[in-house]
């Protein structure tokens, strides 16, 4: 096991106050407190924060955090549910939020550059303001960062079509532990020299070193977008209606499925455009010329004829607000159930969700427990919460045992534990029943060869 510094040193502190003068350096509990935590709510007190500006610094701050054995964990807006930006070794936080530059939007290349503190929905507003796109869309778009983005490997509603980050991110610069400079990568989209060590660093979570530059690639910004909401009698209609969809060649940039839980969670706090007898419900969302939309929304309605849907709503513009609205009410709808809940984002093979949402509706029946069970059906990611009252004794218990069952089940479907939210701290003693010993063994070593100390982010589970 890694040896790491005990405590903050008077010398470290000078150190630290050197580098990064002014606010850029914290060291009160009381402003320490912000960076002890993220969205999963786990928590653990830094020993200082750090907020650098330059890559300069980022170098520096790495080669004395390895000499010194210093844990460090980089972070930007702690959008995160498991846990990964939380400090439990103590250490440094790095803040990454005042590296916020758009450097350049090139609509002959295809391709953009941006420091990793950029707020990815302003980055894509700046995008469409030159007619280009940049497709990921976690649902934290507007509040998290290009930098967590790419260090979490984010997802998002239109993965379907374009794919998650990994598949956009063309160059990365990151600053390794020791405080050498890698660049990788840069803005040609084809490139098989070498081994592609940028992929590494993205989903890496932080294990590997610090990002300080992203070229990302692009696409023209789509001409317009229509969303159907579809509702079903039950969860086999439902499937019938999603197979019928990509049965008949379309290819939504967002496909959504919300079960009966999840509907009845939404119909207690406000009126949706579903049939009332709806128990399981179908979102597509379709993006591209104005000509080719309305095409696929005509196909997908006679497609979905046999199916037999008790309704189908279709919405563009203001009407496409008001049909993705029943979708972002989901999550603070789930608390009309119960207080508190375990959110995961199992995912499956497409053809194998219907067997999961199953069994996570019969292991909450089993238990007592709502579980609500809705997400990207379009790549088999679905997101299940299980809903609990910690003051109810026994309620938390029955929660985590809901959970285990859960994993269990999207690992005997040919799964995965997590799609889009890692393991951090929440699913880390989970990581090595999915992950066999030489997998894990050669990922350590892969981890070793940019951190041999294991200064950065330790404690996490990969």
């Not at 606010?23 to 653990?44: I, K, M, W, Y």
């Not at 936080?93 to 295809?110: E, K, Q, T, W, Y």
């Not at 778009?141 to 794919?163: D, E, F, P």
């Not at 053809?351 to 059906?377: D, K, S």
Request: glycine share 12%; net charge negative; proline share 7%.
């Amino acid at each position: 096991m890694p040896e790491y510094a005990p405590s903050l040193t008077p010398a470290h502190e000078a150190f630290l106050r050197d580098l990064f003068p002014g606010d850029g350096c914290v060291f009160a509990p009381e402003a320490l407190n912000a960076f002890s935590t993220d969205a999963s709510r786990e928590r653990a007190m830094p020993w200082a924060a750090v907020r650098p500006e330059t890559r300069e610094q980022v170098a520096e701050l790495l080669r004395w955090a390895d000499a010194e054995r210093m844990p460090v964990y980089p972070r930007a807006r702690a959008t995160g549910q498991v846990g990964n930006a939380v400090p439990v070794k103590g250490g440094v936080a790095v803040s990454l939020l005042r590296m916020n530059r758009i450097l350049d939007i090139d609509g002959r290349d295809f391709a953009a550059e941006v420091e990793p503190g950029v707020i990815t929905s302003d980055f894509q507003a700046a995008c469409a303001e030159k007619r280009l796109f940049y497709p990921p869309d976690p649902a934290s778009v507007k509040i998290s960062t290009m930098g967590g983005n790419i260090s979490t490997c984010a997802g998002g509603l239109r993965a379907v079509k374009y794919g998650v980050t990994r598949d956009w991110v063309l160059g990365l610069t990151a600053v390794l532990p020791g405080g050498s400079t890698l660049v990788m990568g840069g803005r040609s989209h084809k490139d098989v020299v070498g081994l592609d060590l940028k992929r590494l660093f993205v989903g890496a979570g932080g294990k590997l070193g610090i990002i300080t530059g992203v070229t990302v690639k692009l696409i023209p910004l789509p001409e317009t977008s229509a969303s159907v909401l579809v509702g079903f009698a039950n969860l086999d209609d439902c499937m019938d209606g999603v197979a019928a969809g990509f049965g008949a060649g379309l290819l939504p940039c967002a496909c959504e499925f919300m079960d009966a839980t999840t509907l009845s969670a939404i119909r207690l706090g406000s009126d949706i455009p579903l049939d009332a007898g709806a128990q399981a419900a179908l979102l597509f969302k379709f993006d591209g010329t104005a000509e080719g939309v309305a095409a696929e929304v005509r196909r997908l309605t006679d497609a979905l004829g046999p199916t037999g849907p008790l309704s189908v709503e279709v919405g563009q513009g203001a009407e496409e607000e008001a049909i993705w609205a029943v979708r972002r009410d989901i999550s603070p709808a789930s608390y009309r159930l119960r207080p508190h809940k375990i959110s995961e984002d199992l995912s499956v093979p497409r053809g194998r969700v219907p067997q999961l949402v199953a069994a996570a509706q019969a292991v909450g029946r089993e238990f007592g427990l709502p579980v609500l069970c809705y997400g990207h059906l379009g790549d088999g990611n679905i997101h299940t919460n299980v809903m609990h009252d910690r003051a109810v004794p026994g309620d938390e218990d029955k929660a985590h045992r809901v959970k285990d069952r859960l994993f269990k089940a999207a690992l005997d479907l040919g799964g995965t534990i997590s799609g889009e939210h890692g393991t951090g701290l929440t699913k880390a003693p989970y990581v090595a029943g999915q992950l066999g010993p030489e997998q894990l063994r050669l990922m350590e070593q892969v981890r070793r060869a940019f951190d041999p100390h294991e200064i950065m982010n330790p404690g996490k589970g990969w």
